[in-house]
Every structure is written in structure tokens, then in C-alpha cells.
């Protein structure tokens, strides 16, 4: 099967020239001067005049189907996986969560049995590491050989995911040995726990107070202690989901001195402020994700640290609760609303809007969404290029068209958006998956079962 993309501006981390791609079989065979190939050699040609052609995006932050607070994120592998197709996001990295108690390796297990059969694009893991102790420290190794070479870690959720500084301490230094990346929710759990407790005795259990309890200092505090540890032994150290500008300054600082220290900032930080969560009639709930949103502040700091790489990744942290029965779990009590939002399927074009906006550079924009989240988990250069060898993961980009972000039109199977109204410039006009179109002009044309386990080794990337 021969795919020729014809006519498009193909982008890449240092910029776009105007190129042909030839697709053979779920490989890309050729960048080549425009009219290189005949297009009755192809069965199908695919005209990208006047779009953008890019490696298909890679959201290396999702939780389908994860359980938090007595519930499960509402999309499945399936049904978040075709909503990141629609969105132009072809790989998924996904959270495994060990629960405390049980073990790694039978937590993967369940992880694959969720997702086998049902993605419509790639999908690799992280693991979440709740309970550290001698058998889990060996079985980092097995999960490393079985492909999964990242975990995350937390300083916030006492009493669930929480780990203590000693605890970071020996998973870092198994990460140190055995080139995997330690990822870190750095919010200090121990005091937000005090402040919660403070804020629901004195009667305030509206949505607004996740934030006010969550405060900004507090995220730049753990920020600190976790690049304090990753220094005392070694580990590189990924900073999950950052959102403030206290945290972005010891990343910032830390990198400036040298220290193999990277963060992810998502969209909805970029975009959406503590005035969301301030909305009234319980409709705070569904901005409820932690680290909280800011004051607006902040994301003018975000947006400068994705220009000089102190953020070098956009992920999504995909973790959507429905407004109706799970979100109104929280009523009357803001700690128990499930912390999360959904985002997978606008990662690309919220990105592109910011491209749009004169924030960031058309590579960036690749960069941030594709190509640097490839390298550093591992997948590159098979995903997050285009280039003759890397899977054809690609998407057709129309940068002048225009829609308006609602949840009456979005595939993710939530029943609210949160960018709801928001007009974007730009659309997906058509996907690729490893070669198979599994998104054209608005039409789902993959399949469940399409998207493969992604074993990745980072030993390339790190050393
Ligand atoms: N972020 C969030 O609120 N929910 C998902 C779990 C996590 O990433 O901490
Ligand atoms: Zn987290
Ligand atoms: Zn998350």
C-alpha cells in the first residue's frame, strides 16, 4: 500500500519546507522535492496543498479508565484513544497505577488487558509507583524490561499515591541504576492536607477552595525537594503537569545549572485560570485537577518557559469525570470531587492556537507536542518525525480553517468540555496512523485493536 501526501508544508522540530511524503506500507519511504513521485504509482493520493503535514502528536500524559476517589476516569482506551485520533494525536502514554499493596507487574497485566484490542493509535505505559519497599524496587527492573521505562511518583495524596522523601530517595536511585526517569506530581500533600482540613471546618466546601488550598507556593516547594533528591542520587527527574511560575523557576534554575531536570506543562494551564473553578453553581467542578488552575499570572510564565525549553513537553493529563454523578460527588465538599479534566482530543490545536497567537514557534509547536516527547520517553525516531524509517504517524493540519471547542461535537465520552465556545484557528483535516487513514475530514475510518503496545527503552535519550 503506497500513500503519497502531496503539495504540504512538512513540519519538523527546526521548521517546515514544502515536500511530498511517500508513505510505503506504516512506514514513511521518502521526503522528496515536490512532483518527485508520479501519483499514479500511489493508491492513494492525499493533496496537502496549503496545510501543514506533521508527525502525528504524542500525549505522553493520559489516565483512561483510572480510578480516583471511588470512581474511573469515563473514557475507556477505546473511546479516548479515537478522541485523541480526531484530535491528531497518534501515541498515548498512559499511567498504570499500582495500587498500594499489590505489585508492579501484576498492575501492568491489568494495564494491558484494558488496552490490547481496543486502541485506535499506539499506546505505551508509565507505571505509577504508590508503594515502595524491596519487592517493588526489583520489580522497576522487570518493568524496564518490559518496556515500561518511566515512573511516576507523588508528593501529594497522603494516604494514596503520597511517597515520602525516603521513599523518592531509593526509587530515584533504582532510576539512577537501571535508566529509567523518575516523574514527579510535586505539590507538598502533607501541608494542602492541613489547609483542606482548615478550609471544610470553617464551612467552605465550594470548588474554589481546591484551589485556595493548593496554593502555587506550595508546587514550587515540592519542585525544589524533588530536583534536591534527583540531585543527591543521580536520577533524571521529569516534572509532571507544572503549573506555576514558582515551579518553572526551580526547573528553570536547575537546568541552568546543569541538572538532567525536564517538565510538562498542559493546556489547561495555558488557557484556563482559578476564575474557571471560581464559576458558580458547583460548575467549578469541572476545572477541579491538581495542581489547581492559577491566577491568570502565571500563564505568561508558562507560555516564555515553553520558548526557552525549561518546558520542553505540552501533555494533557487527560483524566476526565463527568459532570453529572461523578464531579457531583464533591458537592458540599470540594476534596471529594474527582481531581481531573479532559483535554486529549484539543492538545494539537489549543498548541496551534498559541502558534496563532504569536506565543510560540510552528517547531515549537511540533516540538513541545511531538518530537520531544518521543526522545525523551524513548520512541524516537520511530514516532515524532517525519522521516524516511519513521512510522507514518501523520496528520494533515489546515491552518486557516475554523471551530468552535463544544461538547455536543467532541469525542471523548464526557458530557462537558472545558474550552466549551472556545473558537480555534485550525483543524485536523486527516490522520494517519502508522499508514492507515484513521481520520479523514471529520470521518473516524480506524478501528479498535488498530494502536500497538509501544515498548520503550530510554538509555538513548538519558546517556
Ligand atoms: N491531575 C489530576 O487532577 N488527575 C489525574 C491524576 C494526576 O495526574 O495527578
Ligand atoms: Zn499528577
Ligand atoms: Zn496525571
Same mark, same amino acid.
Given at each position: 500500500?503506497? %500513500?503519497?501526501?502531496?503539495?504540504? +508544508?512538512?513540519?519538523?522540530?527546526?521548521?517546515?519546507?514544502?515536500?511530498?511524503?511517500? $508513505?510505503?506500507?506504516? +512506514?514513511?519511504?521518502?521526503?522528496?522535492?515536490?512532483?518527485?513521485?508520479? &501519483?499514479?504509482? !500511489?493508491?492513494?493520493?492525499?493533496?496537502? %496543498?496549503?496545510?501543514?503535514?506533521?508527525?502525528?502528536?504524542?500525549?505522553?500524559?493520559?489516565?483512561?479508565?483510572?480510578?480516583?476517589?471511588? =470512581?474511573?476516569?469515563?473514557?475507556?482506551?477505546? =473511546?479516548? +484513544?479515537?478522541?485523541?485520533?480526531?484530535?491528531?494525536?497518534?501515541?498515548?502514554?498512559?499511567?498504570? $497505577?499500582? &495500587?498500594?499493596?499489590?505489585?508492579?507487574?501484576?498492575?501492568?497485566?491489568?494495564?494491558?488487558?484494558?488496552?490490547?484490542?481496543?486502541?485506535?493509535?499506539?499506546?505505551?505505559?508509565?507505571?505509577?509507583?504508590? *508503594?515502595?519497599?524491596?519487592?517493588?524496587?526489583?520489580?522497576?527492573?522487570?518493568?524496564?524490561?518490559?518496556? @515500561?521505562?518511566?515512573?511516576?511518583?507523588?508528593?501529594?495524596?497522603?494516604?494514596?499515591?503520597?511517597?515520602?522523601?525516603?521513599?523518592?530517595?531509593?526509587?530515584?536511585?533504582?532510576?539512577?541504576?537501571?535508566?529509567?526517569?523518575?516523574?514527579?506530581?510535586?505539590?507538598?500533600?502533607?501541608?494542602?492536607?492541613?489547609?483542606?482540613?482548615?478550609?471544610?471546618?470553617?464551612?467552605?466546601?465550594?470548588?474554589?477552595?481546591?484551589?485556595?488550598?493548593?496554593?502555587?507556593?506550595?508546587?514550587?516547594?515540592?519542585?525544589?525537594?524533588?530536583?534536591?533528591?534527583?540531585? /543527591? =542520587?543521580?536520577?533524571?527527574?521529569?516534572?509532571?503537569?507544572?503549573?506555576?511560575?514558582?515551579?518553572?523557576?526551580?526547573?528553570?534554575? !536547575?537546568?541552568?545549572?546543569?541538572?538532567?531536570?525536564?517538565?510538562?506543562?498542559?493546556?489547561?494551564?495555558?488557557?484556563?485560570?482559578?476564575?474557571?473553578?471560581?464559576?458558580?453553581?458547583?460548575?467549578?467542578?469541572?476545572?477541579?485537577?491538581?495542581?489547581?488552575?492559577?491566577?491568570?499570572?502565571?500563564?505568561?510564565?508558562?507560555?516564555?518557559?515553553?520558548?526557552?525549553?525549561?518546558?520542553?513537553?505540552?501533555?494533557?493529563?487527560?483524566?476526565?469525570?463527568?459532570?453529572?454523578?461523578?464531579?457531583?460527588?464533591?458537592?458540599?465538599?470540594?476534596?471529594?470531587?474527582?481531581?481531573?479534566?479532559?483535554?486529549?482530543?484539543?492538545?494539537?490545536?489549543?498548541?496551534?492556537?498559541? @502558534?496563532?497567537?504569536?506565543?510560540?514557534?510552528?517547531?515549537?509547536? @511540533?516540538? +513541545?507536542?511531538?518530537? %520531544?516527547?518521543?526522545?525523551?520517553?524513548?520512541?524516537?525516531?520511530?514516532?515524532?518525525?517525519?522521516?524516511?524509517?519513521?512510522?507514518?504517524?501523520? $496528520?494533515?493540519?489546515?491552518?486557516?480553517?475554523?471551530?468552535?471547542?463544544?461538547?455536543?461535537?467532541?469525542?471523548?465520552?464526557?458530557?462537558?468540555?472545558?474550552?466549551?465556545?472556545? =473558537?480555534?484557528?485550525?483543524?485536523?483535516?486527516? /490522520?494517519?496512523?502508522?499508514?492507515?487513514?484513521? @481520520? *479523514?475530514?471529520?470521518?473516524?475510518?480506524?478501528?479498535?485493536?488498530?494502536?500497538?503496545?509501544?515498548?520503550?527503552?530510554?538509555?538513548?535519550?538519558?546517556?
Amino acid at each position: 500500500m503506497r %500513500t503519497l501526501i502531496t503539495g504540504g +508544508t512538512v513540519l519538523g522540530p527546526s521548521g517546515g519546507v514544502v515536500a511530498d511524503v511517500l $508513505v510505503e506500507g506504516e +512506514t514513511v519511504a521518502a521526503v522528496a522535492t515536490p512532483g518527485t513521485f508520479a &501519483p499514479d504509482t !500511489a493508491d492513494t493520493v492525499l493533496d496537502a %496543498t496549503g496545510k501543514y503535514v506533521l508527525p502525528g502528536g504524542i500525549d505522553a500524559h493520559t489516565h483512561m479508565e483510572m480510578p480516583f476517589g471511588g =470512581t474511573f476516569s469515563a473514557d475507556t482506551f477505546e =473511546t479516548g +484513544t479515537r478522541a485523541a485520533a480526531f484530535g491528531g494525536t497518534t501515541t498515548i502514554i498512559d499511567f498504570a $497505577v499500582q &495500587p498500594k499493596g499489590s505489585s508492579l507487574l501484576s498492575t501492568l497485566d491489568k494495564w494491558h488487558e484494558k488496552a490490547g484490542g481496543n486502541c485506535a493509535v499506539d499506546y505505551g505505559f508509565h507505571m505509577i509507583v504508590s *508503594d515502595v519497599n524491596d519487592e517493588t524496587l526489583k520489580e522497576m527492573d522487570s518493568c524496564v524490561d518490559a518496556g @515500561v521505562s518511566s515512573f511516576k511518583m507523588f508528593m501529594a495524596y497522603p494516604g494514596v499515591f503520597y511517597s515520602t522523601d525516603g521513599e523518592i530517595l531509593r526509587a530515584m536511585g533504582k532510576a539512577t541504576e537501571n535508566g529509567s526517569m523518575i516523574m514527579m506530581h510535586a505539590e507538598n500533600g502533607i501541608a494542602i492536607d492541613q489547609l483542606v482540613a482548615k478550609a471544610l471546618a470553617e464551612g467552605h466546601g465550594e470548588p474554589v477552595q481546591h484551589g485556595y488550598t493548593r496554593p502555587p507556593e506550595l508546587e514550587g516547594e515540592a519542585t525544589s525537594r524533588a530536583i534536591t533528591l534527583a540531585k /543527591v =542520587t543521580g536520577s533524571p527527574l521529569y516534572i509532571v503537569h507544572l503549573s506555576a511560575a514558582q515551579a518553572l523557576s526551580a526547573v528553570a534554575e !536547575a537546568r541552568d545549572n546543569g541538572q538532567n531536570v525536564f517538565a510538562e506543562t498542559c493546556p489547561q494551564y495555558l488557557y484556563l485560570s482559578i476564575e474557571d473553578l471560581a464559576k458558580p453553581e458547583f460548575e467549578g467542578a469541572k476545572y477541579v485537577a491538581s495542581p489547581p488552575l492559577r491566577e491568570k499570572s502565571h500563564q505568561t510564565d508558562l507560555w516564555r518557559g515553553l520558548r526557552t525549553n525549561d518546558l520542553s513537553v505540552v501533555s494533557t493529563d487527560h483524566c476526565p469525570f463527568c459532570f453529572k454523578d461523578q464531579k457531583e460527588l464533591g458537592k458540599g465538599d470540594f476534596s471529594k470531587i474527582p481531581n481531573g479534566m479532559p483535554g486529549v482530543e484539543h492538545r494539537m490545536d489549543l498548541l496551534h492556537q498559541g @502558534v496563532v497567537a504569536g506565543e510560540i514557534s510552528l517547531a515549537r509547536w @511540533v516540538e +513541545t507536542c511531538a518530537t %520531544t516527547p518521543a526522545r525523551m520517553f524513548g520512541l524516537f525516531p520511530r514516532k515524532g518525525i517525519i522521516a524516511p524509517g519513521s512510522d507514518a504517524d501523520i $496528520v494533515i493540519y489546515d491552518p486557516s480553517a475554523r471551530q468552535t471547542i463544544s461538547a455536543r461535537t467532541h469525542h471523548m465520552a464526557v458530557d462537558y468540555s472545558a474550552y466549551e465556545g472556545m =473558537t480555534i484557528t485550525g483543524a485536523v483535516s486527516t /490522520v494517519l496512523s502508522r499508514g492507515t487513514i484513521v @481520520v *479523514d475530514r471529520g470521518d473516524y475510518l480506524g478501528r479498535p485493536g488498530h494502536g500497538t503496545f509501544l515498548s520503550r527503552d530510554l538509555s538513548q535519550y538519558l546517556n
